[in-house]
């Protein structure tokens, strides 16, 4: 069997939740930035699909530069307009033209990415009219390929050093940052139809206690006037505050919430949108400046720069060591303990197997006292998971093309 | 009452019936000019709607330069694909802006816009995936208004020398070709679905000879070998034939008829679309540069180079004109004298009114005899047709923002 | 030899000089449908003298389709301000892929047709900022070919019923009409750099009475304030009734001027523009919409629909016929008689060489007398003339892809 | 004086130059990512010129979006082809009506932008043609503003929870990774004029050895065939490594060099470009994905994920924290010591200053002992220079508008 180089340490680090200061942020699904990660990867599973379905495996694409220009707006109590729609534009290459023996076989790619993109924002987003309020455009460049080569993770060989990160498990403020936007894009918008999608969560915790600042946008047709807007926000707010401290369970934290704290109601400044979206009205959005693929912007904890939405699943070793990366530190923070802090990093080796990285450094710390006893048993159990999932690369791939991993 | 300026005259021509040659065309609904004629009419009907739900009449607007650039496709016998999805650019400008007193109103010019092109395409082309297999994008300048304007045709002054054409009745060559498209594209669709939208019937008469050339693009998932494409071609062929001879009734005319004369079966040519849309693969569209508003391109008959796809109907005197001119000669065909030619030509005048041309000409010869004697009473009965219209101005707006004329 | 079916007769219609009404107009070169038929040309000739280059001979395409999307401008005395660049679109296709053998050679069409397109922008039009008040873009498809096909007009067979038509000599009212704007943007820029380039002229002649009408857009910083956009307009308007007088020599003929009548100097309306262009605010442009290919749109002569402009000069018909009737037209005129009105329409044959039309016909009539006896004499030589130009189709391939022929 | 919140702290982690494993990544100029990140500065910094010369400060402005779309090209031994040209499309928005009183001043927002991203690729890239090889658009929002806000970096408040982070001094890893590309792009471009601006340079060192590997697309035109590329790469080769050496100056470091691993001599797979620009063929480029503000990717190091090209310089705290960050640790590591690790994270307090940070946290750690005891000095040193960069937060704006520091 091939050497795996991975080391599994002590963490060299105080455990975050230990620490004083702590800060996380999750964009919200309507967020421009989320809604281009999110269409990069519909993409790219919709033409893993295609491709599965003409061939049997994934082939080369990467989708991963959806760029929107916002449009124009003008929102008011009871409903408003949408002068100039956005304008979101697909970018990226997808193997078009296949060779088969003295054949060619051309593939709907552009089709099947613009059905791809349209369909997730009509299911998403209910108060968008997909068919007049967003200009969707594509530029795929239309690659070619024979039908010889290697067409799974685990076959390829890393042409690039790359890399791959990952922590588990979530503190509390992660775990009510993430939970805060679900509950408002779920559970809430049964109860309050006039929240929007684009949502922004701000944890910032400074020892026990925790501020939570939530931007929301709030959709004018269902907002008669500026006294319901008042009303509406303090019931968000209500509805939000429970919902975290639900999230908080037994633990010892104090918790303070602001919502749309850039209003202004003397001025009637307010924030309104006739879409809940505020890429109708001025706020562009990228692929990858968003969240990571665990769903949260975490500047105190190790982070790739990686655009990990959009990016192809079986060549692309950024986009798959940083999903196996989370993979490997949530099985241990699941199976080993789950009273540590994991961290997980897998380097790759230029001209060897995916699966045989130069590295992948397993560090451990408990959370309760500084060196655990029981750290040996530990190191033994995570070197076997991150054995596990080396050896089984391709199940990365599958996860990832059927959408059972988060990649924003 | 002001002063019409209108003449009627003998036609000081020989009528094309009784000369030797005729050519008429007829592009057919999904022939890429056409296809830009029809969204750019959509267009301006639907915002001629909005405003007129908004303000009780039509505001500024023209959208007349919708450009189409062909995609890339790959069809087969049994069904294609597309490759690459046609571009469609809507391009004009409408008043979206309104100041009302210290107020302004934003309309949603760009959306609606958005929304007609795209009912129009789905309604219109049932082979045609108009989520995936269109890039519909828009360039549309926002212009400003204020609401003390004039919005009749009526109370408009012509401020440009323009120009309107029309004649009437149509020749049995008119007639045939127009009938021939309608035929393909209305009858026909239910008994040989592979016929797609795309029809190009060109019609040149030598004498009593009548030729016929069919170009049809056929739809590639109703046919499943060249076999099948060539017994459709012949059913094809057969009931153009059958339905020109209904049209021709009892005319003394010869038929001959060639539908895709291009197809060569022993090199495999066929006229073979996904779509039954030649934008498919190649070939693009504009506005104005296919048939004129009567639908057809008649170059032995007076012909305007006007775009009338688009325009709006309250200022823009060539449109109003045009249509116009058509309306008073089929008028005069229909109530006056069906047995002679009639040519109508109405000339703006600078800075008068829109129903006070410089000169609305009527032009009428008998088809029978040279100068036949009931000529004086078809003149003032004539006289009084155009006088109507022409008094009737509003009538001509009305009659096109409902869509009760055609314009391409 | 190939039987050219020739046919020359008397014009079965009174000349239009000596008719009562006679309208012409001429787009200037600034006028954004002239913009757009002049990069179409320029594009193909471009490309045709790339292909002639690399294969010594063209290559198919066809670039007849640039649309031109009007931006927004501030312009004010003394100099204002380009808001939003108008933006141009290059639309078409261009065989890109040639197959030599086993090889593939790949030419670079885009870059081409953008350079090209930039370099026209850059000659013609001094007071416009191509590098930032242009935004220029192409969406050509790029067909492909083999090296085994026909590379000269005379060679190919028509596979279109097409037409062609053309008319000599010149009106005095046509000549005027050219020549003013001629005058305008030529000799004139130097006295007066305030004029603009896009200049409108409408010439109506009514009996002995031709009145022009001149629209000039003014460029705002050469004209200092109102008073001396007055001045200048004065100005203008003696030079270009000099020059009109000049033009008309010793006709018998009452001239009647008009410049930029839509002006309100009370209400502070002036045609004013920053880069001489009406495409820089509100003014859309298309291919095939403004002037025929003898440089005038004249509603009462024969006209073709047909969009010369950036049609390829090898396989087009439509572009070729239109070409050489005029070329005809203009040789029988020269040669023949200069005192008789000329019409020439040649209409293609399906499935005959280019060079055999179904029909040539050249019609004439004495401007003098009704049946000039010399007809007989005119009917040997102009039949001689046309036998000549069918039998050299090459060469007005070769006149168009020089430039030496007008296509708008 | 206002509270500044600035902690200077131990470094709770072991220096990275003693540990293990160090990873530096450098995109050159010439990487999409890079392209776009520049253009986007570019654009901000002619913006906050214009601005500054119409009204003596910067306005509202964002230009941080900038999307490139790959385009085709055809590269050949001696000079090939660009096929389709590569498509930038900047996006952003600008204050582009400003409401002086009753007037409103139009700017030339859109057309300075576009001038600036020419300019600025014209001069970087000599191989590229602009003119031609590019196709530049842009969507710039255009906002409105009047003239009572507030206009320095110093006045405004945060609205929102922002971070900034910096470290110094560089480790030999991170000096060699930038000064490898920067030397590729500078010197060496007179000596081998056939290597390109697209150069990735990836640092991996595991303790003393330090691993360099090169990516440099090289430009066809100057390399005549495979003989020549061979020898062209070994003498790169040569040159990099040399300079690296004097770049290690007498540290103790082994350094072992690839340039372009990927080309397989056999397979004839040679990194071979028609401009130096690896965008001509696939790879598209985005804002914010490439280097950080200190002109690397240190994923062991900490980062912000903030897009730093291409914001303003006036309300946008990300950016301006950033800056200042890598500015006080700069600072401190070449006034206080040289010889110790120092990070530095400021984090803005919203609705306070932007020059009252909620934290401005400085950690150092002596490189040599573990507890250093000239600590305290270090300290007190560290807290000045942090006060004093908050005290001229507007500095900062400064050396970001005239171009003194880096972005990416």
């Known amino acids: 069997m091939a050497k795996k180089n991975i080391y599994v340490n002590g963490l060299n680090e105080v455990p975050l939740p230990k620490r004083k200061i702590e800060i996380v942020e999750r964009k919200g699904i309507g967020h421009p930035d989320s809604v281009a990660d999110a269409l990069s990867e519909e993409v790219s599973k919709a033409l893993s699909k295609?491709?599965?379905?003409?061939?049997?495996h994934v082939l080369h694409h990467n989708t991963d530069e959806t760029q929107i220009a916002a449009?124009?707006?003008?929102?008011?109590?009871?409903?408003?307009?949408?002068i100039d729609p956005s304008?979101?534009?697909?970018?990226?290459?997808?193997?078009?033209?296949?060779?088969?023996?003295?054949e060619i076989k051309s593939l709907p790619c552009k089709p099947v990415a613009l059905k791809a993109a349209r369909k997730y924002l009509q299911k998403t987003f209910p108060n968008l009219d997909v068919d007049s309020e967003i200009i969707l455009d594509a530029k795929l460049g239309m690659g070619s390929d024979d039908l010889t080569g290697v067409y799974k993770a685990s076959g390829h060989r890393a042409n690039d050093t790359s890399f791959?990160?990952?922590?588990?498990?979530?503190s509390i403020t992660d775990t009510i940052t993430l939970g805060t936007e679900e509950f408002?894009?779920?559970?809430l918008k049964k109860k309050i139809p006039a929240t929007g999608h684009d949502v922004k969560v701000m944890a910032s915790r400074v020892g026990k206690k925790l501020t939570l600042t939530v931007a929301c946008a709030m959709v004018d047709r269902y907002v008669k006037d500026a006294t319901e807007y008042k009303s509406l926000i303090e019931e968000t707010h209500d509805a939000i505050y429970d919902n975290a401290l639900k999230l908080a369970g037994s633990?010892?934290?104090?918790?303070?919430?602001?919502?749309?704290?850039?209003d202004d109601y003397k001025k009637k400044v307010y924030y309104l949108t006739v879409t809940g979206m505020s890429q109708e009205m001025g706020d562009d959005g990228s692929v990858g400046r968003g969240n990571r693929c665990n769903g949260l912007i975490t500047p105190y904890r190790p982070m790739s720069m990686e655009?990990?939405?959009?990016?192809?699943?079986?060549?692309?070793?950024?986009?798959?060591?940083?999903?196996?990366?989370?993979l490997i530190a949530d099985d241990v923070a699941r199976k080993v303990t789950g009273d540590a802090e994991i961290h997980v990093r897998i380097l790759s080796q230029i001209g060897k197997p995916v699966s045989e990285p130069l590295n992948c450094a397993v560090e451990l710390r408990s959370l309760g006292i500084d060196?655990?006893?029981?750290?040996?048993?530990?190191?033994s159990e995570a070197e076997s998971i991150a054995t596990d999932w080396l050896d089984n690369i391709d199940k990365v791939t599958e996860l990832i093309v059927n959408g059972k991993v988060r990649t924003f």
């Open 87 to 102: 304008y979101i534009l697909l970018v990226g290459r997808a193997t078009t033209n296949v060779h088969e023996g003295k």
């Open 251 to 262: 633990e010892d934290i104090q918790i303070s919430l602001d919502v749309n704290t850039a």
């Open 371 to 379: 060196k655990d006893p029981k750290f040996a048993k530990w190191k």
């Open 71 to 82: 449009g124009c707006s003008a929102p008011k109590f009871g409903g408003g307009t949408i």
């Open 164 to 170: 791959g990160v990952g922590y588990a498990p979530f």
């Open 184 to 187: 408002i894009n779920g559970p």
């Open 50 to 56: 295609l491709y599965i379905k003409e061939f049997g």
């Open 307 to 326: 655009a990990t939405s959009g990016k192809n699943p079986i060549t692309h070793i950024g986009k798959i060591y940083n999903v196996m990366s989370k």
